[in-house]
Every structure is written in structure tokens, then in C-alpha cells.
């Protein structure tokens, strides 16, 4: 069989059926992969904050932010990479998985030992230490997990992404339901992850050598991965600077406690996260294959309708549901929380506008603009925080995290202004942030004559009648359904 054979038969093996909707429902099943990823792992750190309490709690969550960072300094940008080089060339299938996975390996064995010296310097105790160097473990599966899903990704196999979520999670949540229900403490947390990790891995290389058997076995030089290592990484290491640092900064400065306090409503606004990211998904192709033209406002002013209306009213229902949902599914030992997830969540709205002002931009090959905003981002996150928690604690993390992605949104909207010549945030929207302000107002002055519920229930809808007569759902409508945008 000739190479140009095998190629032809990997690309025609990979390609989705040609059916009108194969766009969505490629999006759809990559939105599923993380609905299914973050929707096991706030269960499993639900499962954890209510067995190990908020000290114990919060050096896991300390732990976790370290790995995470870890991780992406190692090499989890390099997932792009693969998915780009495999859609180019997937006879390079193979050579890649393998080279990007062992150097991975090869970053984690210096670097978890430097972040382990770290917590000595900052005199953790011997015992969060030693934790840390089993929990670091994880980073030697990383190397396979992220090579398999940028080669999934790169022949349309998005339901491999699926059964891989699929695969960690069940044996994170089987593991840690028996280990924490029956030991609960930090060791038997970190059993848990290494067991997801590793079957994960284990599953990533056996579903990974499927995907590549028809190709032919191309090698693509040590020296262009690891110039790809710098290149794809210093996107998401600065993007993480600033969305994990305030959980390792709250546990150094003010106690693990706060950490563990902070932590599950952080995790909770990660998780919302799943709405723009499916949307976005979906839209940035239908926006890369336009070409830039007068309609380039119409557009951007629906995503942001679209995201903005859909990021208020999280906003609006926990803000209003903040103490029942607490108490319900932390208990009384994290009261504490509740004022935390009260504030945290507003830091929603920007965030998901952001969310498709970056898919805008990406789509207009503007994707240059994004290291120096979140480089002016992440500065600006670590000053604040330095400057006001030691005052303010957790409180002053979430304020911090609002301003943070207000900046972003900020620094989006003049970048857009310059280089496009309009505002991408419609008038009307606005207004709807003012009344739905108010309405949280008197909601909020309700809740001590009717229950929480009720109080939600009816601010629900009287914002949501706000937005029918204010013509918000009628832009809605437009986002959603069949325009001349899709039908071009």
C-alpha cells in the first residue's frame, strides 16, 4: 500500500458524514467532552470539600493549581500543535503522538522537583510536600491525554473525545467515592487523581493507535517540537497565570482555609464556562470562512447579545441562591463561601463577552493581540492581589477576578474599535446590566418576607419580560436561527 493510499484512507476513515448539520454536531460532542469533564471533576471537589473540611480542602486546591500549571508549562499548548501538524500531514501521526509525549515526560522530571522545592521555601509542612510529589506524578499521563486529543481533534473524531472524558472520569469519581467516603484525607484525593490520570493515559494510547494505523509513519524533527514547546504554551501559561494565581496566592498569604473557602465557588465559575466555549465552538468556523465585510458588525453584536444576555442570568440566580445552594452542598462548615460565590459570579458576564470578542478576533486572524492583553491581564491580577488580600482575603480574590476580566473585556472592545470601526457591544445591553441590577436590589430586600426560591423565581421573569420588550431575545432569536451569515 503507497503512502498516498494510506493517507487518502486515514482522511476518508476520519471525515464526518457529509450530512448538513456535521458542523454542529461535531461541536456538539466536543461540547460534551467538557460538560462531561467539568460536570465529574465539581462533583468530585464536591465529594471532597464536604469529607476533608476547608484546611484539608485547601491544600488540595493548592495542589491541584500547582499541577495545573505544571501542566501547561510541560506542554498542554502542544495539543493545537498536534491537531494542526496531523490536519497537514497525517503521516505524522504516530512520530508526533510519541515525541510530544516523551518530551512531555522530559519537562515534568526537572520541574515537579523545583515546584516541590518551592512549597519548602514557603515552609509548607513535610507532609503537603510528599503529597505533592505523588500528585506530580500525573504529569508523566499528560504527555499521551493531550497528544490523543489533538490527534482526535485533527481527523474529526470528536467522539474520542467523549469516551476519554468518559474513561477519567468514571474511574476519578469510582476511586475517590471509595478513598474519601471511607479515608478521608488528602493522600486518598490524590490516589483518586493518579488513578484517572494514568487510565486515561492508558486509554488515549490504545484508542490513539487506531487512529493512526492507516497513515503512513513520517518523522517530524526533535528540533521543530521543541520550538513549538515555547511557541504554543506562552498563550495559555499567561491566561493561567491569571485564572488560577489568586487560589496559590489566597493559600500562602491567607491560609490554606481561604483557599478551601474560595475554591468551590472558583470551580463553579470555570464551569459555567461550558456554555460560551460550546457556542463559540460552533461559530468560530462559520466566522473564519466569511470574509471580512460590512456585515462583520451585525455579526459581532449578535454573539455578544447573545453571550451577554445568557451570562446574566447565572448572575441573577446565584447571586439570589447563593446561601440555600451553599448550605445545601457544602454545609454549615463553608458559610464563608456564600458571600464569595455572590461576588465571583458577576465576573461571569465579562467573561463570556470576552469569550466571543476572542472568537471575533481569532476568526479575523488577530490572534496576535491576545499575548499582550493578557499579559497587561495577568500583571494586573497579580498586583491586585498582592496589594488587597492580605486586607480582604478571599473577598478581595474574587473582586480581583472581576476587574481582571474587565480589563480584558476593555482592552477587546478598543482593539475591535481601532482596527474595525465599531463598537461590538450593543447600546441595549447596557441598559439590561442597570435593570438587572435592580432587580437583584429588590429581590434581594424580598428574601426576608418570601423564601429564596420564590424571590428567584419572580426576578427570573420579570428580567426576562424586561428582555422581551426590550428586543434582547428578539437578538437572540436572530444568533440562534438561520441567517445570511450561515447561509453564505
Not at 157 to 171: D, I, K
Not at 424 to 440: F, H
Request: with cysteine; net charge positive; aromatic share 10%.
Amino acid at each position: 500500500m503507497s503512502l498516498a493510499t494510506s493517507t487518502a484512507q486515514l482522511k476518508e476513515a476520519a471525515a464526518p458524514a457529509k450530512s448538513p448539520p456535521w458542523l454542529f454536531a461535531r461541536a456538539s460532542e466536543a461540547m460534551l467532552s467538557q460538560v462531561l469533564r467539568r460536570t465529574v471533576r465539581f462533583l468530585f471537589l464536591f465529594l471532597c470539600a464536604r469529607n476533608l473540611g476547608p484546611e484539608v480542602f485547601g491544600s488540595y486546591a493548592l495542589l491541584l493549581a500547582m499541577l495545573e500549571t505544571l501542566s501547561l508549562i510541560t506542554g498542554e499548548g502542544l495539543t493545537d500543535y498536534v491537531a494542526r501538524e496531523v490536519s497537514k500531514s497525517p503521516g505524522v501521526a504516530r512520530s508526533l503522538f510519541n515525541r510530544v509525549s516523551i518530551l512531555r515526560c522530559l519537562l515534568a522530571i526537572p520541574l515537579a522537583p523545583m515546584a516541590i522545592a518551592i512549597l519548602h521555601l514557603l515552609h509548607y509542612p513535610a507532609e503537603v510536600e510528599r503529597n505533592a510529589a505523588w500528585l506530580f506524578l500525573a504529569l508523566l499521563a499528560r504527555g499521551p491525554l493531550a497528544s490523543a486529543q489533538g490527534l482526535f481533534r485533527a481527523v474529526h473524531r470528536m467522539r474520542l473525545l467523549v469516551w476519554l472524558e468518559a474513561v477519567q472520569g468514571a474511574t476519578l469519581l469510582a476511586i475517590g467515592w471509595y478513598f474519601v467516603a471511607h479515608e478521608p484525607s488528602l493522600r486518598a484525593v490524590i490516589w483518586a487523581e493518579l488513578g484517572s490520570a494514568f487510565s486515561g493515559a492508558l486509554a488515549a494510547i490504545l484508542m490513539a493507535r487506531n487512529v493512526w494505523s492507516l497513515a503512513g509513519d513520517w518523522s517530524l524533527p526533535w528540533s521543530t517540537i521543541w520550538k513549538a514547546t515555547a511557541t504554543f504554551n506562552i498563550f495559555p501559561l499567561i491566561t493561567n497565570i491569571y485564572d488560577r494565581i489568586d487560589i496559590v496566592m489566597l493559600s500562602v498569604i491567607a491560609g490554606n482555609a481561604a483557599a478551601g473557602f474560595y475554591a468551590l465557588p472558583y470551580r463553579v465559575l470555570a464551569t459555567l464556562q461550558i456554555i460560551p466555549f460550546g457556542l463559540m465552538a460552533a461559530a468560530l468556523p462559520i466566522l473564519a470562512g466569511r470574509a471580512p465585510s460590512s456585515n462583520d458588525k451585525q455579526m459581532c453584536l449578535r454573539m455578544t447579545t447573545l453571550l451577554g444576555v445568557l451570562s446574566m442570568f447565572p448572575a441573577l440566580i446565584l447571586t439570589l441562591l447563593a446561601g440555600p445552594l451553599v448550605f445545601l452542598v457544602l454545609g454549615e462548615s463553608y458559610a464563608a463561601s456564600i458571600g464569595i460565590l455572590r461576588v465571583l459570579v458577576w465576573a461571569a458576564i465579562p467573561m463570556f463577552l470576552n469569550y466571543g470578542l476572542n472568537t471575533f478576533l481569532l476568526a479575523r486572524d488577530r490572534e496576535q493581540v491576545f499575548l499582550r492583553t493578557n499579559s497587561i491581564c495577568a500583571a494586573a491580577n497579580v498586583t491586585l492581589n498582592l496589594m488587597f488580600i492580605p486586607r480582604f482575603s478571599f473577598y478581595a480574590a474574587a473582586a480581583v477576578t472581576i476587574v481582571t476580566e474587565c480589563l480584558l473585556l476593555a482592552q477587546n472592545l478598543v482593539i475591535i474599535r481601532k482596527k474595525f470601526d465599531f463598537v461590538a457591544l450593543p447600546n441595549r445591553l447596557w441598559t439590561s446590566m442597570l435593570i438587572l441590577a435592580a432587580v437583584v436590589v429588590g429581590a434581594q430586600a424580598a428574601n426576608g418576607h418570601v423564601s429564596p426560591l420564590v424571590a428567584a423565581a419572580v426576578a427570573c421573569c420579570v428580567f426576562a419580560f424586561w428582555l422581551y420588550f426590550n428586543g434582547s431575545l428578539k437578538g437572540i432569536l436572530e444568533a440562534t436561527g438561520p441567517s445570511k451569515m450561515s447561509a453564505q
